[in-house]
């Protein structure tokens, strides 16, 4: 067990509808990042939030947005789903604002299936 | 960027030894390399992270050579829960002011009885 907590589990859900996924972090972390990981395109990085702050962007599309509430817990948000969307979302998080020695810890993932 | 190249895959049997090689040519002097491993629809799991020279854990050992231009990830004495994709992991780049954070495409090692 990480300490990070993700919820939902899995989310089943339409084309053209709005979710939010949830994380918490380790207790004491400051940052929280989001990836997507699916089947043809691996572990993607999409956005970094360190204190409350966007502290990094990947390849998120402009349908995802995010955010890191001042208990740290963060929220993504995708809309406008589309079938390409379905794919294991992943929060981690880390001590600091993402240095080379700053572990990241991974939660267990949100399985997203767009129907 | 200091882009990492790994094996797609490999092959092992329980007992043996395993070394996954990542190649990183353009690691800056700054940063360090880390190791993650990934069972199915799990999420990543920190193994181990060096700067040069050896590295140990309970779980594996790391090496680095003298350029730093490799560094190879040992799992001794495998066994079937050792499968799972292999990541490695090198620093972070710097872009605009922010830190870009790259997963590679991983190493897939299976484990045989």
């Known amino acids: 067990d990480s300490g990070v907590t993700q919820t939902p589990k899995h989310l089943i859900t339409a084309t053209g509808q709005r979710v939010t996924l949830r994380c918490s972090p380790r207790?004491?972390?400051?940052?929280v990042y989001w990836y997507q990981q699916s089947l043809d395109q691996g572990l993607q990085f999409l956005i970094q939030?360190?204190?409350?702050?966007?502290?990094a962007k990947g390849n998120i599309l402009e349908r995802f947005s995010a955010q890191q509430f001042p208990d740290l817990h963060s929220e993504l948000n995708l809309s406008s789903l589309e079938l390409g969307d379905s794919a294991l979302y992943f929060c981690?998080?880390?001590?600091?604002?993402?240095?080379?020695?700053?572990?990241?810890?991974f939660g267990p993932g949100t399985r997203l299936t767009v129907l | 960027l200091a882009k990492t190249t790994q094996p797609i895959s490999m092959d092992s049997y329980e007992g043996q030894e395993v070394n996954i090689t990542c190649s990183h040519n353009?690691?800056?002097?700054?940063?360090?390399i880390t190791w993650y491993q990934q069972f199915p629809s799990q999420g990543p799991r920190f193994i181990i992270q060096?700067?040069?020279t050896k590295v140990t854990n309970e779980v594996a050992s790391l090496f680095i050579p003298a350029d730093r231009k490799s560094s190879t990830l040992s799992l001794p004495r495998v066994s079937l829960s050792d499968t799972a994709v292999y990541y490695c992991?090198?620093?972070?780049?710097?872009?605009?002011?922010?830190?870009?954070?790259?997963f590679g495409a991983g190493t897939r090692l299976a484990v045989h009885p």
């Open positions: 981690a998080s880390s001590v600091a604002a993402g240095e080379s020695t700053d572990t990241q810890y």
């Open positions: 207790s004491g972390d400051l940052s």
């Open positions: 939030y360190y204190n409350g702050e966007e502290r």
């Open positions: 353009n690691i800056a002097t700054n940063d360090y």
């Open positions: 060096g700067y040069k």
């Open positions: 992991l090198v620093g972070v780049a710097f872009s605009g002011g922010y830190n870009k954070l790259i």
